[in-house]
């Protein structure tokens, strides 16, 4: 903490190795380290700086993923950091508690940043979260899960990954950079933070016994109620928080297993973008004895009915090839201008046979209507980022509120990091 009050973080992206199997070392990027960064934590109301030093011998970004903030410390393609530079965003937590992430976001380089190993966890807490019953000691019963997917040779050393449609696909998973991971447990509630940080993959998360999935939270925070599912579907860039009850000594595991059904693929395309997958994700091994947990709280947030009277304009958006709306990414051109302090409606559909994603910065939006129809309950609450099926429209409601800045946009984009590198995103000005 600053004299003013600020709370500081500082973050070194820098080149190093790490061994993903002893003695097998691999060229990596990290923050503050060979892979991954640190879990950023911060509260609504305090104001944040964090001082990025690029280390690297390239230059980066850093993008704090669902953070809304002002346009300039979005850390997008527009804020670059030179090798040997330094940047130092600050803003105010303005937004409920969320599992949020940071990331680069250099324009054609995002997935091979990513890929290499830039990638955090940024959590926001606020009063609301703070006084329900639930697990909250991290690392013990609140724990990050992120997951990516790697290619590695015989001997466990990190190699190159297949390429489909989708972008680069690896055979393996690593979670918070560890490859065959497993969770000792000592509680018989424990919340996991799941955060889909791999580059192209998407993953139908689930129990291996068959149990439902307790989510609780998706990208902007905490839903309603607890919903129980068959499986999580997370796209990359998007977060869940799930819950899961433990029985003393059991051993379950948190698989992925899609299918052309849930990813809304045709069999031969799915077979080539991991439409047809499965993986083993993190182990939990619980003690023959576990502290007792309360009953999840029945109410965990209010969520305010999608208000459509409030929108003063609507546009669309066509996800087609890699393309939105039949244009590239062009650096100079803002291709949307919104009104500061206006909601809008955004049709967004994917036109394509290919899924895609759409992500959107500055906003946690609503999503009210999948083709036509209410949405289910796990995407009726606050988020950043979905899943677009082929062949579906999805009606978002976005409230812009303040941070107007003509001169900086924010970006919209397809999660899919090698999509958005070829050009599958656009820019918009709040004004
Ligand atoms: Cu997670 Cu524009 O990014
Ligand atoms: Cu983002
Ligand atoms: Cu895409």
């Not at 999608?306 to 929108?311: L, R, S």
């Given at each position: 903490v600053d004299t003013d009050g600020t709370r500081v973080f500082s973050l070194d992206a820098q080149a190093g190795s790490t061994e993903f199997e002893p003695g097998e070392p691999s060229n990596t990027w990290g923050f503050n380290g060979s892979y991954l960064g640190p879990t950023i934590v911060a509260k609504r109301g305090e104001h944040v700086r964090v001082d990025l030093t690029n280390s690297l011998d390239e230059p980066t970004t850093v993008h704090w993923h669902g953070m809304h903030l002002p346009a300039e410390m979005d850390g997008g393609p527009h804020q670059m950091v030179e090798p040997g530079a330094s940047w130092s965003p600050e803003w105010d937590i303005d937004q409920q508690a969320a599992t949020l992430w940071y990331h680069p976001h250099p324009h054609g380089d995002t997935e091979d940043h990513v890929a290499r190993g830039l990638a955090g966890m940024f959590l926001v807490q606020d009063d609301a979260e703070a006084v329900l019953d639930l697990p909250r000691e991290y690392g013990v019963d609140d724990v990050p899960v992120i997951v990516q997917d790697a290619g590695f040779s015989a001997e466990g050393e990190q190699e190159g990954r297949g390429h489909g449609f989708a972008g680069a696909l690896g055979d393996e998973l690593i979670v918070n950079g560890t490859r065959g991971p497993f969770l000792d447990v000592d509680d018989e509630l424990v919340r996991l933070r799941l955060l889909n940080a791999s580059t192209a993959r998407s993953y139908a998360f689930g129990w291996s016994d068959g149990r439902p999935i307790e989510l609780i939270a998706t990208d902007g925070g905490l839903l309603e109620a607890s919903v129980e599912l068959d499986r999580v579907l997370l796209s990359p860039g998007e977060r869940a928080e799930v819950l899961v009850r433990m029985v003393p000594g059991e051993r379950i595991v948190l698989q992925s297993k899609m299918t052309p059904e849930i990813a809304g693929m045709q069999s031969m395309i799915a077979a080539s973008n991991g439409g047809t997958d499965s993986f083993d994700v993190l182990e939990l091994r619980a003690a023959d004895t576990l502290d007792p947990a309360p009953a999840v709280p029945e109410r965990l947030n209010t969520i305010p009915p999608?208000?459509?009277?409030?929108?003063t304009t609507t546009r669309t958006f066509d996800l087609n090839g890699f393309e939105i709306n039949d244009d590239e990414m062009e650096m100079g051109r803002i291709d949307e201008t919104v009104t500061v302090d206006t909601t809008e409606r955004w049709i967004v559909t994917n036109t394509s046979s290919m899924p895609h994603s759409f992500h959107v910065h500055d906003v946690q939006f609503r999503i009210a209507s999948i083709d036509g129809a209410a949405p289910p309950p796990e995407l009726a609450g606050w988020k950043d980022t979905f899943f677009a099926q082929p062949e579906t429209e999805f009606e978002l409601i976005l409230r812009f509120e303040d941070y107007a800045d003509p001169d900086t946009p924010y970006m919209y984009h397809c999660h899919l990091l090698w999509h958005e590198d070829q050009g599958m995103m656009g820019q918009f000005a709040v004004v």
């Open positions: 999608v208000d459509e009277t409030a929108v």
